[in-house]
Structure formats: structure tokens, C-alpha cells
């Protein structure tokens, strides 16, 4: 009973924590579609329900009013997928072992203010691994998959199923399997999530390959493709930035991308100079100064998501620049992809994703080739 009154003590300690951090952010300002600097629009707004075409690329404008997308709903008439979780300890794993988690948040390094001065210590760490596999599946078939960061550490929410039933039925994507892979816990400089989501390397994607995907083959009975333009990944904030950051680094192994409120920023910690920025230097010099890649990428942001949520005032924090810059490398270096910028909303784009979720995943999955 003491233990349990020591934890629900600390947990309100670290909300009233996290609602004092918040009340102290200043709240973002709202970006109009055509201000100075941003990538040109075609202007879907005023009519709520209206996604852009399938197969177009490029920047559109959505919102301010939003219409709940049916693909959410449950279709009797159609097949279910099956759906199961497991979970995977860190003290069984090779990568990633052990964690890390901070006690605050750090402070500006005085001699390099593009990074943070952090306390870290190790800690062990379990993650949920939620798996959707669905009723079209044939045993012993090699199946095309999508990897979402930042799945449930509980009950999953059965919506995104009711979409991949959906869009599967009406033949709009390939029979995918869904790997939701919770992140390993806190966020940002210092923690294990930051730690996964925004360094600019392979790890993450390396750690997947060998630590995830051979546990979703043996216990749920299913074979995954190996060939890259059969694999998704999929995230919203950090996690969007960690799904780019899979298919760049390992491009052999992801070709498309779907991301939400993309941290395209200056997130990465510890700091590395050969990538300075974080994830602004995907923007900044990495896709215009690379050879283009196959990648195919969706993105979307708010029109008041985040501006410099911290104490870093480096440049490199604004999620809506950061986006129309992205779509405007993107754009400039010849690559598929497909921006929506989204009035009325927020980070994270809940309202907006209600209505174009459906329609990004099948944007997302477009032109795919069943394998042979």
C-alpha cells in the first residue's frame, strides 16, 4: 500500500510538473496558408470531408471545419483483422540496452546553444508491440507491413483498425500488417524516446529489424517482406521525424513515410556534429544536397502547431517552418510526396487526421506492386 501511495504521489508530482511547463510555453502563434515564405497552396479549405486527390503530390490546404472520415467506423459486412500485443523487455534485447530517462530538462550548453546540457541515468524499460494482421492474410504468404511509432503501452484504440479493415475491403491498400511499437518512455533530450525518435541515424531502424520484427514472426505466425517498397513507417511529432529518419538512413529497408506534426527539428541529443541540426538539417542541407532517394512521403501540419516549446531558442524550432521547408526541398529535388497544411488545428492535427488519416495511409500505399 506504501509503495502504491509513493507511485500515485510521484505521477501527480510529474503531472503538475508537465501542466506548469505548459502554462508557461507562450501558445503558438496561427499561421496564415500565404504568409511570407511558405510553399504555394492549392486551397481545399470550406469544404470539410474534402481530402486531395490520390495520386496527386504537392501542398494543399484543409480545414478550418473537419468531417469525421467513415472509413472509422466498423463495417459489419467487412472482414476483421486479428489483433494482438505482446511485449518486449530491454534486458532481453541487444540495441537499445539499457535506457536512459533525465530528472529535468536540461540547460543551454553555453558553448554550443544548438544543444542541451542533460543529466542522464540508465534504467530498464519495457515497450508494448500491438500487431494488426489482417482477415485477407494467407498463411505462410510474405506480407507487405507498416511500422507506427508511438503505439498504446495499454489497450490499443480499435479506430486505426476500422480504417485498415476498411481501406483493405475496399481494395485501396494491400493486405498490410501493422507493427505499433510503443516508444520506451519520457520524451525528448534525454529520455529514451528522444533517444529513439530523434537522432539522425540507423539504429532505431536497426533495432526494429532485429529486435521487433523476428518477435512479431514467431508469435503472430506471419511473414514480412523484405523488400523496402513493401514497408511503411508511420508517426506522428518525434515520431514522424523517426519515421523519415528509418527510410534515409536505411533506405535499403523503408520507401515510404507517413508523418503528422513532423519534428523536423533541432531535437537530437546528444549532439552530433555531423548533423548539427538534427532534423532540420533534412531541410537544411541533407535531401538538397543528396541524391534523391525512393522515398515516398506524406506530411501534414497545423496551422498553430509548435514554436520553440522550450528553452532553446536556437532557430530550429518552429514546426510549421520546418514542414514548409521540408515540402519545399521536396518539391524542388523531384520527390512524391504529398503536404497538408491544416487550418484550425493543432499539434498533432487530431481534428484534421479524424477526417484525412484514411486518405494519407492510402496516399501512402499508393502505386505498390504485390510481390510475386
Known amino acids: 500500500m506504501n509503495s502504491l501511495k509513493t507511485t ?4 501527480l508530482g510529474a503531472l503538475f510538473a508537465f501542466q506548469t511547463v505548459l502554462a508557461k510555453r507562450p501558445k503558438p502563434p496561427v499561421r496564415a496558408f500565404d504568409a511570407p515564405g511558405a510553399p504555394e497552396f492549392v486551397r481545399l479549405d470550406g ?7 490520390v495520386d496527386a503530390t504537392g501542398n494543399y490546404v484543409i480545414g478550418p471545419d473537419y468531417k469525421l472520415a467513415p472509413e472509422r467506423s466498423a463495417n459489419k459486412d467487412v472482414p476483421k483483422g486479428m489483433i494482438s500485443q505482446f511485449t518486449i523487455d530491454s534486458k532481453t534485447t541487444k540495441l537499445l540496452n539499457p535506457g536512459i530517462a533525465r530528472k529535468e530538462f536540461g540547460k543551454v550548453d553555453p558553448r554550443n546553444p544548438k544543444t542541451l546540457i542533460v543529466e542522464t541515468h540508465e534504467i530498464d ?17 510474405i506480407a507487405p507491413f507498416m511500422v507506427c511509432h508511438d503505439g498504446p503501452k495499454g489497450k490499443p484504440n480499435q479506430t486505426i483498425f476500422n480504417i485498415l479493415d476498411n481501406l483493405i475491403a475496399q481494395e485501396r491498400i494491400p493486405p498490410i500488417i501493422v507493427i505499433q511499437i510503443a516508444n520506451g518512455g519520457g520524451d525528448a533530450q534525454g529520455h529514451q524516446r528522444g533517444k529513439e525518435y530523434d537522432n539522425m541515424s540507423g539504429v532505431f531502424a536497426e533495432y526494429i529489424e532485429t529486435e521487433v520484427l523476428p518477435r512479431v514472426e514467431k508469435n503472430c505466425g506471419v511473414k514480412l517482406t523484405k523488400n523496402p517498397d513493401g514497408r511503411a513507417a508511420m508517426g506522428n511529432s518525434s515520431g514522424g521525424s523517426a519515421a523519415l529518419i528509418m527510410a534515409w ?3 535499403d529497408l523503408y520507401h515510404r513515410v507517413l508523418t503528422t506534426s513532423g519534428t523536423f527539428v533541432n531535437q537530437q541529443w546528444p549532439f552530433d556534429p555531423k548533423t548539427p541540426g538534427g532534423a532540420w538539417d533534412f531541410h537544411d542541407k541533407l535531401i538538397p544536397n543528396s541524391p534523391k532517394k525512393p522515398i515516398r512521403l506524406f506530411l501534414a501540419v497545423g496551422d498553430h502547431d509548435l514554436l520553440n516549446p522550450n528553452v532553446m531558442r536556437d532557430g530550429m524550432h518552429d514546426w510549421v517552418e520546418a514542414n514548409h521547408r521540408m515540402a519545399k526541398v521536396l518539391k524542388a529535388k523531384g520527390y512524391e510526396y504529398q503536404y497538408l497544411f491544416c487550418q484550425n488545428s493543432g499539434h498533432s492535427v487530431n481534428n484534421a487526421k479524424a477526417q484525412f488519416l484514411p486518405h494519407a495511409i492510402e496516399w501512402v500505399w499508393h502505386g505498390y506492386q504485390k510481390e510475386k
Open 8 to 11: 500515485s504521489f510521484l505521477a
Open 125 to 141: 524499460y519495457t515497450r508494448k508491440i500491438t500487431v494488426y494482421v489482417p482477415a485477407q492474410y494467407k498463411a505462410d504468404s
Open 249 to 251: 538512413y536505411r533506405n
Open 47 to 53: 469544404k470539410p470531408g474534402v481530402n486531395p486527390p
